[in-house]
């Protein structure tokens, strides 16, 4: 699991293996505050698959600071 403050939020990036194939699927929780609420997004159900836990976190990862650009826009 890694955990990265990023414009901020608060990306929470994760990595969960499939033991019949043996790959990583990626995850990830962002989380800010704005006007005193606290806003959240999740990221899984992502098609993508890796061969370890360290790749499947940085696609994450990456895709979570597209999806701050994003959210920073409305």
Known sequence: MANLYYNDRLIIAYASINQSTKLWSPGAE????RDGQRHSHTIGGLADRFKTSEEAER?????AKAIDVAL???
């Open 30 to 33: 962002i989380s800010w505050k």
């Open 59 to 63: 696609f994450v990862i990456g895709l």
């Open 72 to 74: 920073s826009e409305r």
